[in-house]
């Protein structure tokens, strides 16, 4: 065990510190280009968990000053019809970032639709031209959540080079970019999944390790070598025997953090951070694409 406390990795407190640096920025350019940035998002049916973040999103944007234009559409919205309004978004001025809030009912490709979103209003970086300028470690949008987990551990001088990172979960998502952001982070990075063999003694090796998975209370405390930095992605939705919802992440938190030097929590810890850098990155489209010369002021 750790012989010191551990460190919480709040990555609200620090969310809230990037929304400061966001509505300075905003005000100063603002008035040069004569209108807000803007962040167009779609949303599919009544997914708790989504309207919740989509409200999140929501408050953010006019936390900033970035103009919020939410598309709500039924569960059996056709493939066409989306298809339809992302190409009407690409064309619309106002707009300098979308985002389709995933996950979408199984009817829906959502890899089709992504591919149909402008790269440069990509807001998620999900797009496959971003996700290759980040292989290629060229200049892009990159995916939130991942760009999220690098930034607190940069806040926190936590270094990463040398480090052995594992990171579970390899989806397009999280698990691939932000491997990839490891990587060129000169980290030693292991990515396992649910075909891994031994899971606990590849987790066991991490330095660094990051949960991305969606599976509560994954990770116990003997997976995780004592005094490594544990970066919780998940967020699971559970409910007690009285029906009461609450969120928990793909870490056992208690169990862990006896073992941990930091450790993030759920909720308050990546998730806050997704939202962040999703704003950031609708800044710095709005900036590219209209002020070139505001590129000193998004740094």
Known sequence: MSSEPFTLLDGKQLAQEIYDT????IQQIQPQVGRPPGLAVLMVGDNPASAAYVRNKERACDRVGIASFGHHF?????????TAV??????????DGILVQLPLPPHLDAEALLYEIVPEKDADGLHPMNLGRLVRKEPGLRSCTPAGVMRLLQ?????????????????????????LMLLDANATVTIAHS??????????????????????????????????????VGINRIEDATGKAR??????????KAIASHITPVPGGVGAMTVAMLLENTLGSYCRALLPEAQSIIQ
């Open 86 to 95: 992302i190409h009407q978004l690409n064309q619309d001025e106002r707009v």
């Open 195 to 232: 075909r891994s063999s031994d899971l606990k003694a590849i987790a066991r090796s991490a330095d660094i390790l990051v949960a991305a998975v969606g599976q509560p209370n994954l990770v116990q405390a003997d997976m995780v070598k004592p005094g490594a930095v544990v970066i919780d």
């Open 247 to 256: 969120l928990i992440g793909d870490v056992d938190f208690d169990a862990v």
């Open 22 to 25: 966001l509505t300075h920025k």
């Open 74 to 82: 039924p569960a059996n919205v056709s493939q066409a019809e989306l």
């Open 155 to 179: 806040h926190y001088n936590l270094p990463v080079e040398g480090k052995q990172a594992v990171v579970i979960g390899r989806s397009i998502l999280v698990g691939k970019p932000l491997a």
